[in-house]
């Protein structure tokens, strides 16, 4: 067994008894490692203590309850493993800056410490071929696009600072908060026909220390409009990183994580750059109801099309 096999079997453990007190020694025993190399090794490959990822995990599942104003918040905390509402509270506010009454009166898009597929991080794919694993599935291909592809949206400006990186991490998600703003205004858009959404980070007029992040819909043409911003996927050749998932919100949180992570370890593998000069969309795909699918557009180096 590989060293991220035997912490792959404790991770899923984990998952499956959240609500439970797990010990070190039965961890341990699952991963066949001696209580002391166990720990070193889980928090080499998780990148957490064992005790603080079983935190941030019982408390990613509080958090799917919290909305339901039907259920007290102790009854939550000790459904999920806490030992008490306070407990729950503190950890709640040292992760996000709010309690969790004030998250259930005002709820916000949060980013919350994702369960790793650590196979992610050591198996290696060829492109056409698909890599199943923990619930995901992953394809990557290359795709030549010769005529620009429009899109019709909004932007936000998000600070440095203020953005989490999802699955690394907790805190308020900044990026939510601008497509929770589109999907207020996306049906005053002339969508196209079967068409796309995607979301992009990139310069633009943002002040310093800060990005633009464009959310928006296809549309038929380059056209302009006095409340929308515009974005285009530029003519290129483009490895496209393909992925499904269980559930739309294991989507667009856990998953899209993953899938960036390991799309960097897969170019790297296979001899290839992202252009840096082009910026790299996240595509989804809204009009396929039978699945769970998005894809992230990664522009290779030296391959414009003319």
């Known amino acids: 067994m590989h060293a991220w096999e035997a912490i792959q079997r404790t991770v899923d453990f984990i998952e499956d008894n ?15 490692l001696s209580p002391f190399y166990f720990q070193r090794l889980f928090t080499r490959l998780v990148k957490k203590p064992v005790r603080e990822y079983i935190k941030l995990r019982r408390l990613a599942l509080a958090c799917k309850t919290l909305t339901s104003k039907n259920v007290r918040i102790l009854d ?7 030992s008490s509402h306070e407990f729950l509270t503190k950890t709640f506010k040292e992760a996000f800056g709010i309690t969790p009454d004030q998250y259930r009166k005002n709820p916000v898009p949060l980013v919350q410490f994702s369960k790793p597929a650590l196979a992610l991080n050591y198996v ?4 056409g071929v698909p890599l199943i694993t923990d619930g995901i599935v992953l394809e990557f291909n290359r795709k030549e696009i010769k005529e620009p592809i429009f899109f019709m949206g909004i932007n936000g400006i998000v600070k440095n600072e203020s953005h989490i990186f999802n699955g690394e991490t907790t805190g308020i998600d900044t ?9 207020q205004q996306q049906h005053l858009i002339p969508m196209k026909i079967g068409g796309r ?33 515009k974005w285009q996927v530029l003519p290129y050749t483009y490895v496209i990183c393909g992925f499904e998932a269980e559930s739309f919100e294991q989507l667009v949180t856990d998953t899209i994580y993953k899938a960036w992570k390991y799309s960097y370890i897969w170019l790297k593998k296979h001899g290839l750059s992202v252009d840096k000069n082009i910026t790299s969309p996240e595509m989804y795909y809204p009009n ?18 003319e």
């Open 124 to 127: 290696m794919i060829d492109e």
């Open 175 to 183: 990026l939510g908060q601008v497509w929770e703003k589109f999907h």
């Open 197 to 229: 959404t995607l979301d992009v980070s990139y310069k633009g007029e943002a002040p310093e220390n800060c990005f633009t992040f464009f959310v928006g819909t296809e549309v038929e043409a380059n056209i302009d409009n006095e409340i929308f911003a």
């Open 288 to 305: 396929l109801s039978d699945t769970n699918y998005m894809e992230l557009w990664l522009a290779i180096e030296n391959n414009y099309v």
């Open 76 to 82: 939550i905390a000790l459904d999920c493993g806490f």
């Open 18 to 32: 959240l609500e439970k007190e797990t010990e070190i020694e039965q961890l341990a025993n699952i991963a066949y």
